[in-house]
Every structure is written in structure tokens, then in C-alpha cells.
């Protein structure tokens, strides 16, 4: 029995017991319904209502009531966002985040492109929703408490990672209550507001006519459009977030491609009924800016002044207010929710490094939870939690990944035109998509670049730098493992060989020689390295070995991480691949087996079979292949893992031996990225 650590009571405390990847329940038991969903991934659209509507209403300057206009604009940017994006889930019925739609019907580069904005997004939204939490709440604290918001803030950060590393589901379950007070709080103001002031839509209507009048008069009608349009994009944050569903789908509840669709019309109806909403609750009480205060707690006051119990108007407001700080927080989660997921899809095409493909025992992509979350804990450090500078920062990045998705649709949609029926619809509604998302990009690049927006592009093309190095390095170390291809022609003489066997019903088979030992050979598919390793046991051991088992094991990672089929799709290939060694190793005259396990830790999975087979066959000596390049540098230990050394570790501490077999690769000196 395993001797359990106070590091693992620790780590069980805080993060939970390992989940069992073999029970086939798992899937149904941690994927999310579509509420569920709504409240993990449509949280930061939703949050945005606390910022969003107050940035385009302030931005109309003395012309409010053009706001009517800002807030049917508005509404309808998020109805055609969201429809577009749900022509996404069912194009991409897997997960279609950005960066996969981007990477797969423009081109991989842009793709590319496509994902460091949205990584870089993602981060931010951590960032700003937690401080704009902590502003929040400590806004409530007497002044002497405000030193410790920064703290506050890394605190909160920490506390959502911890959450997010215990699973999916666990990390938005605490958080639902919060997510249900703000609706219903929200959703009341707004209908209370339209109730009791029914009789003055008119007045509001003759308002709106005679702002537009006047307007006209004083700028013109091109000038009172560049108003409205102006207004328009400095509310771009309030569409921030509605990609994320088609990103999340591999969390969703089956079926996948439907709960995504109906997550999605949640999300968007939520947020254009706030986002209009609250404008136009802003008109109806004629909110006006007052310094140190938002316009939804100068809302809430207003409604709140005419009531006759005080205290219960007073009790509201808090409860509301309140709601709007934590639902900040939980719109984090957005960012703990698809960050990973994007970074692990451009590592799994090796734009950044394999690890960030790793998922934990907990099922969670965790170490694209940590750079998620280390790297908020920077910005916030960096930006000493401040609300002002990360707003500039924010909402730019979103729009290059929305803009680049809408293309790649458009794109995928003409080329489709003779084959789909209803392409000309569906054209039509990413077109629009196109269009919008276009003229945001635009102008929230030009009116928030000289304002600090050109610190987050500048981030982004350092990250946008770092992965194509990466790639590069990648693909300059694949090009020095060409010569393994040597030996790619066994594989057809042996799946030949393998056929003509079945054909001719040979049954003869090399039977085991218990008084010869054994060679264990841990593999990774069946291909050049794996019979170099066997090549190199047969030169250098001769005649010691008779018998020559094959051990493998699939690695379940954030790519095949989707359902019971992609496992047990795993499990087959895992399977065939050991088949061609012990099919070649039976037509050259020696006993062949092959053992395999599927799991998230290869090194310990390949530990637990190399044990059991030790303890069966004492005389078994096992062995592994490690690549050697010309130059080890850091870039090779950060870049390829080393299962070998690890495996070697492992079985070293329960006396089993293993011997690592160097497979030296020639080329020039590798580039340094």
C-alpha cells in the first residue's frame, strides 16, 4: 500500500481525491447542463453589465438620450454575435473557441493569432473582474481598510485557482448563488423601472426626438452618427465573454452541440436585456455622473428614494451592490475556464509546450490553470489592482479573435455555398458578424491606443514572438529526428507479414523460455524510436533475452479528454501499436507479449504495469529509449518530456531495474527561440 504523505492529506484537503479516468460514469458525473454553463461561462458577460452600458452612456457626453439608440445596437451586436458563435458549435461540434476556427479555415498562423489575443483577453478578465471586485467591496469599509485591497485581490485569485484545481463543476457550484441574486436584483430594476414610469414613456419618447433634433443642428447627421457609433464602441466591453461557450464545449453536457446552443441563448438574452435595459433605466430616472460612484448605485439610490420603508430600500441596495461585487468574481471564472483550454489546444499543435496539454487527477487542465492564474497575480501586482488602467488594457484583444472567427466563417460559408442549402442564411448572419466586429476592432484600437491600449498589443505580439519561436524550435528538432523515419519500412513489412499470417492460418507461435530473461521495452507507438530502442537491446544484449515483452501507455490529455468514445479510441490505438512489435518480434523467431494502461501520468501508469509484471517475472530487466540531443539546452528539458527518467526514478525506488538505452540524433546545433 502507497504510504500517504502529508504533502497528499494537504493537497486532498484543499483539491480533492483523484478522480478514476476508468469509470465511464465520469464524463456525465462532471460535465456541466446548459444553466450550469450559463452561470461558469456566461458570468463575464453577464458582469459586464456593471461597466459596459455606464462606459456608452458616459461616452454620449450631454446627449443621452441618444442612448435609446446605443441600447438597441447593442442588443442586437449581441443577438448576432451569439448567433454566429452558435453557427460555431455546430460547425466545431467539439469546441470552436477562436483559435480552432481561426487555425482551421483561415490558416494555422492566423489561428495562431487568433489564440494569443484570446489568452491574453482571458487573463485580463481574470484580472479587472477581481479587482473590480475588491474595489467593489472594500468601496463598502471604512477607509483605513483600503491598503489591504491589493492583497485582497491576490488573495481572491488564489482562491479561485484552488477552486477551479478542484474540477469544473466544483468551482462553479459555490458560486451560483451569487450568480441567481444579481439576476434577479438586476432583472427587478429594470422591470420596475419600465413599471413605474410607464406613463412617461412618451415624455421619454419626445426626449429622445428632441435630442436627436438637436444633435443634428449642432453636429449634423454624420456627426450625431459618429456620436452614437463612438458610444457604441467604448461599450465594447459588454460583449466580451460569448465566445466562450463554443470554446467550453468539451465541458458541456451530451448533447454537446445542443447545450452549447441553448447555453448560448441564455447568455445572450440575459445580457441584451441588461445591456439595454440598464440604459434605458438610466433615462427613465435621469442618472447623472457623480464622482466616486457607479451609475448602477446612483440607479439604485434614485429607485430606492421614493420608497417608504428606507430601510428596506436601504437593505436592497447593499444586497444589490454586494451581488454586483461577487458576480465580478465569479466572472473570473471565464477566464479559469477557457484560458486553459485555448492554451492547451496551441500546445497540442505545438505552439507552446506539450505540458500545457497535461490535465490533473482532478481532470482539470492544470497547468494552464496555473499560468492563468500566476500570470493574473502578476498583472495585478504589476497594475497595483488598478480598475482605470486595466479597463484601457481590456476588451481589444476579444475583438481580434471575434473578428478573425467571423472571417474564417464567411470564408468556410462561400466556399460552401454550392453544397449547403441554407448557406446564403447562414452567410448572412456571420457576415453581419463580420461587419460589427470589424468597425469595434477598429475603433476601440484607435480611441484607447494612446491611452495604455498599445501595452496590451504590444503583449500580445511578444506572446504572438514566443510561439512562433516555439513552433520553430519544434519543428527545426523534428527535422533532426527524421533519420528514426529509417525504419519506417518495417511497419508495412510487418503489417504485410501480419496479413499474410492471417491469410494462410499460421498458428505456429514462439512459445515463452521461462529460463531465458526478459526484455521489458517501454514504447510510444511504433516508430522509429521505439525500434531503435529494440534494435539496440537485440545488438547489445545478443542471445541474453529470448523473451521480449512491449509495455505503453496512452496519456489522456486535454485533447482526448472528451468522452468515453475518445478513450476507448485510445485504448484501440494503444493496442494496435503494441500489436506491430509482437507480430515482428514473432516472425524473427522470439516470444513477444504486450501489456498497456491508459491514464493522465504516463510515468506512473507504465510504473504501475512494469511492477505488476516484476512481480510475475522476476527475471524481466526493462528498458526505455531517450533521445540525445546534439545540445541539451534548456529549451530540449522544457520543450520534450523525459517519461524514461521518470519511469527510471520510479521503478529504481521499488528495486527494479531499468536501463535508459541513448538513441543520439544527428543535425546541427539546435536554434535557440
Given at each position: 500500500?502507497?504510504?500517504?504523505?502529508?504533502?497528499?492529506?494537504?493537497?486532498?484537503?484543499?483539491?480533492?481525491?483523484?478522480?478514476?479516468?476508468?469509470?465511464?460514469?465520469?464524463?456525465?458525473q462532471?460535465?456541466?447542463?446548459?444553466?450550469f454553463?450559463?452561470?461558469?461561462?456566461?458570468?463575464?458577460?453577464?458582469s459586464?453589465?456593471?461597466?459596459?452600458?455606464?462606459?456608452?452612456?458616459?461616452?454620449?457626453?450631454?446627449h443621452?438620450?441618444?442612448?435609446?439608440?446605443?441600447?438597441?445596437?447593442?442588443?442586437?451586436?449581441?443577438?448576432?454575435?451569439?448567433?454566429?458563435?452558435?453557427?460555431?458549435?455546430?460547425?466545431?461540434?467539439?469546441?470552436?473557441?477562436?483559435?480552432?476556427?481561426?487555425?482551421?479555415?483561415?490558416?494555422?498562423?492566423?489561428?495562431?493569432?487568433?489564440?494569443?489575443?484570446?489568452?491574453?483577453?482571458?487573463?485580463?478578465?481574470?484580472?479587472?473582474?477581481?479587482?473590480?471586485?475588491?474595489?467593489?467591496?472594500?468601496?463598502?469599509?471604512?477607509?483605513?481598510?483600503?491598503?489591504?485591497?491589493?492583497?485582497?485581490?491576490?488573495?481572491?485569485?488564489?482562491?479561485?485557482?484552488?477552486?477551479?484545481?478542484?474540477?469544473?463543476?466544483?468551482?462553479?457550484?459555490?458560486?451560483?448563488?451569487?450568480?441567481?441574486?444579481?439576476?434577479?436584483?438586476?432583472?427587478?430594476?429594470i422591470?420596475?423601472?419600465?413599471?413605474?414610469?410607464?406613463?412617461?414613456?412618451?415624455?421619454?419618447?419626445?426626449?429622445?426626438?428632441?435630442d436627436?433634433?438637436?444633435?443634428?443642428?449642432?453636429?449634423?447627421?454624420?456627426?450625431?452618427?459618429?456620436?452614437?457609433?463612438?458610444?457604441?464602441?467604448?461599450?465594447?466591453?459588454?460583449?466580451?465573454?460569448?465566445?466562450?461557450?463554443?470554446?467550453?464545449?468539451?465541458?458541456?453536457?451530451?448533447p454537446?452541440?445542443?447545450?452549447?446552443?441553448?447555453?448560448?441563448?441564455?447568455?445572450?438574452?440575459?445580457?441584451?436585456?441588461?445591456?439595454a435595459?440598464?440604459?434605458?433605466?438610466?433615462?427613465?430616472?435621469?442618472?447623472?455622473?457623480?464622482?466616486?460612484?457607479?451609475?448602477?448605485?446612483?440607479l439604485?439610490?434614485?429607485?430606492?428614494?421614493?420608497?417608504?420603508?428606507?430601510?428596506?430600500?436601504?437593505?436592497f441596495?447593499?444586497?444589490?451592490?454586494?451581488?454586483?461585487?461577487?458576480?465580478?468574481?465569479?466572472?473570473?471564472?471565464?477566464?479559469?475556464?477557457?484560458?486553459?483550454?485555448?492554451l492547451?489546444?496551441?500546445?497540442?499543435?505545438?505552439?507552446?509546450?506539450?505540458?500545457?496539454?497535461?490535465?490533473?487527477?482532478?481532470?482539470?487542465?492544470?497547468?494552464?490553470?496555473?499560468?492563468m492564474?500566476?500570470?493574473?497575480?502578476?498583472?495585478?501586482?504589476?497594475?497595483k489592482?488598478?480598475?482605470?488602467?486595466?479597463?484601457?488594457?481590456?476588451?481589444?484583444?476579444?475583438?481580434?479573435t471575434?473578428?478573425?472567427?467571423?472571417?474564417?466563417?464567411?470564408?468556410?460559408?462561400?466556399?460552401?455555398?454550392?453544397?449547403?442549402?441554407?448557406?446564403?442564411?447562414?452567410?448572412?448572419v456571420?457576415?453581419?458578424?463580420?461587419?460589427?466586429?470589424?468597425?469595434?476592432?477598429?475603433?476601440?484600437?484607435?480611441?484607447?491606443?494612446?491611452?495604455g491600449?498599445?501595452?496590451?498589443?504590444?503583449?500580445t505580439?511578444?506572446?504572438?514572438?514566443?510561439?512562433?519561436?516555439?513552433?520553430?524550435?519544434?519543428?527545426?528538432?523534428?527535422?533532426?529526428?527524421?533519420?528514426?523515419?529509417?525504419?519506417?519500412?518495417?511497419?508495412?513489412?510487418?503489417?504485410?507479414?501480419?496479413?499474410?499470417?492471417?491469410?494462410?492460418?499460421?498458428?505456429?507461435?514462439?512459445?515463452?523460455d521461462?529460463?531465458?530473461?526478459?526484455?521489458?521495452?517501454?514504447?510510444?507507438?511504433?516508430?522509429?524510436?521505439?525500434?531503435?530502442?529494440?534494435?539496440?537491446?537485440?545488438?547489445?544484449?545478443?542471445?541474453?533475452?529470448?523473451?521480449?515483452?512491449?509495455?505503453?501507455?496512452?496519456?489522456?490529455?486535454?485533447?482526448?479528454?472528451?468522452?468515453?468514445?475518445?478513450?476507448?479510441?485510445?485504448?484501440?490505438?494503444?493496442?494496435?501499436?503494441?500489436?506491430?512489435?509482437?507480430?515482428?518480434?514473432?516472425?524473427?523467431?522470439?516470444?513477444?507479449?504486450?501489456?498497456?494502461?491508459?491514464?493522465?501520468?504516463?510515468?506512473?501508469?507504465?510504473?504501475?504495469v512494469?511492477?505488476?509484471?516484476?512481480?510475475?517475472?522476476?527475471?524481466?530487466?526493462?528498458?526505455?529509449?531517450?533521445?540525445?540531443?546534439?545540445?541539451?539546452?534548456?529549451?530540449?528539458?522544457?520543450?520534450?518530456?523525459?517519461?524514461?527518467?521518470?519511469?527510471?526514478?520510479?521503478?529504481?525506488?521499488?528495486?527494479?531495474?531499468?536501463?535508459?538505452?541513448?538513441?543520439?540524433?544527428?543535425?546541427?546545433?539546435?536554434?535557440?527561440?
Amino acid at each position: 500500500m502507497e504510504k500517504i504523505t502529508l504533502f497528499k492529506r494537504i493537497k486532498t484537503f484543499f483539491i480533492g481525491n483523484a478522480h478514476d479516468i476508468r469509470d465511464p460514469r465520469i464524463f456525465h458525473q462532471l460535465s456541466l447542463i446548459a444553466f450550469f454553463a450559463w452561470v461558469g461561462l456566461g458570468a463575464d458577460g453577464l458582469s459586464s453589465s456593471c461597466y459596459g452600458p455606464e462606459e456608452a452612456f458616459l461616452a454620449l457626453g450631454s446627449h443621452i438620450f441618444l442612448g435609446v439608440f446605443v441600447a438597441i445596437i447593442s442588443a442586437i451586436t449581441i443577438f448576432v454575435i451569439s448567433s454566429s458563435y452558435s453557427q460555431i458549435i455546430e460547425l466545431f461540434p467539439m469546441g470552436g473557441g477562436g483559435y480552432l476556427v481561426a487555425s482551421k479555415l483561415l490558416s494555422p498562423s492566423l489561428g495562431m493569432i487568433s489564440g494569443c489575443a484570446l489568452l491574453i483577453d482571458y487573463v485580463l478578465t481574470i484580472t479587472i473582474s477581481v479587482a473590480a471586485g475588491a474595489d467593489a467591496i472594500f468601496s463598502f469599509l471604512p477607509p483605513s481598510f483600503y491598503h489591504f485591497k491589493l492583497a485582497f485581490a491576490v488573495l481572491g485569485i488564489f482562491v479561485l485557482i484552488t477552486l477551479n484545481m478542484r474540477g469544473v463543476k466544483e468551482s462553479i457550484m459555490p458560486l451560483i448563488p451569487v450568480f441567481l441574486i444579481f439576476l434577479l436584483t438586476h432583472v427587478f430594476i429594470i422591470i420596475y423601472s419600465v413599471i413605474t414610469h410607464s406613463s412617461e414613456l412618451g415624455a421619454l419618447t419626445n426626449n429622445v426626438i428632441a435630442d436627436v433634433q438637436n444633435t443634428r443642428m449642432e453636429v449634423g447627421i454624420f456627426g450625431m452618427l459618429v456620436l452614437i457609433m463612438r458610444a457604441y464602441s467604448m461599450g465594447a466591453g459588454t460583449y466580451t465573454g460569448i465566445e466562450a461557450v463554443s470554446n467550453g464545449l468539451p465541458i458541456l453536457r451530451e448533447p454537446k452541440v445542443e447545450t452549447g446552443k441553448k447555453t448560448m441563448r441564455y447568455m445572450a438574452i440575459s445580457l441584451a436585456f441588461m445591456a439595454a435595459g440598464l440604459i434605458i433605466a438610466y433615462l427613465i430616472f435621469g442618472v447623472q455622473h457623480q464622482t466616486g460612484k457607479t451609475l448602477n448605485a446612483i440607479l439604485l439610490e434614485n429607485i430606492t428614494a421614493g420608497w417608504a420603508n428606507n430601510k428596506l430600500g436601504y437593505i436592497f441596495v447593499l444586497v444589490t451592490l454586494i451581488s454586483e461585487a461577487a458576480l465580478l468574481f465569479v466572472a473570473a471564472q471565464t477566464g479559469f475556464l477557457g484560458g486553459p483550454r485555448v492554451l492547451a489546444n496551441m500546445a497540442k499543435d505545438r505552439w507552446f509546450p506539450f505540458q500545457f496539454a497535461l490535465i490533473s487527477e482532478r481532470f482539470v487542465i492544470k497547468n494552464g490553470l496555473l499560468i492563468m492564474g500566476g500570470s493574473a497575480i502578476a498583472l495585478m501586482l504589476l497594475s497595483k489592482g488598478s480598475v482605470r488602467l486595466l479597463v484601457v488594457l481590456y476588451s481589444i484583444n476579444v475583438f481580434i479573435t471575434f473578428f478573425l472567427s467571423q472571417l474564417g466563417m464567411v470564408r468556410h460559408w462561400w466556399k460552401a455555398r454550392g453544397q449547403s442549402k441554407d448557406w446564403l442564411k447562414k452567410i448572412s448572419v456571420n457576415g453581419l458578424g463580420l461587419v460589427l466586429t470589424a468597425f469595434i476592432l477598429v475603433s476601440v484600437v484607435i480611441i484607447k491606443f494612446h491611452e495604455g491600449g498599445w501595452i496590451t498589443l504590444l503583449i500580445t505580439a511578444t506572446l504572438i514572438g514566443i510561439a512562433v519561436s516555439i513552433k520553430r524550435y519544434y519543428f527545426r528538432t523534428q527535422k533532426l529526428l527524421k533519420h528514426l523515419d529509417r525504419l519506417a519500412h518495417v511497419t508495412q513489412i510487418t503489417k504485410q507479414e501480419s496479413a499474410e499470417k492471417r491469410l494462410t492460418k499460421i498458428d505456429i507461435k514462439p512459445q515463452f523460455d521461462p529460463d531465458s530473461k526478459i526484455a521489458v521495452i517501454l514504447v510510444n507507438g511504433f516508430n522509429g524510436m521505439g525500434l531503435h530502442t529494440l534494435f539496440n537491446v537485440v545488438r547489445i544484449f545478443g542471445a541474453d533475452f529470448k523473451n521480449f515483452f512491449f509495455m505503453q501507455a496512452g496519456m489522456v490529455d486535454a485533447g482526448n479528454f472528451k468522452g468515453v468514445e475518445e478513450i476507448e479510441s485510445l485504448k484501440i490505438y494503444v493496442q494496435e501499436e503494441l500489436g506491430h512489435y509482437v507480430n515482428f518480434m514473432e516472425r524473427q523467431g522470439f516470444y513477444a507479449r504486450a501489456f498497456h494502461a491508459t491514464g493522465i501520468d504516463i510515468a506512473e501508469e507504465i510504473s504501475k504495469v512494469a511492477y505488476d509484471i516484476f512481480n510475475q517475472y522476476p527475471q524481466s530487466v526493462f528498458f526505455g529509449g531517450q533521445i540525445v540531443f546534439p545540445e541539451d539546452t534548456i529549451f530540449t528539458k522544457l520543450l520534450y518530456n523525459h517519461t524514461s527518467f521518470a519511469v527510471q526514478r520510479r521503478l529504481h525506488q521499488q528495486g527494479i531495474p531499468f536501463i535508459i538505452m541513448p538513441i543520439r540524433i544527428n543535425g546541427d546545433k539546435l536554434p535557440v527561440p
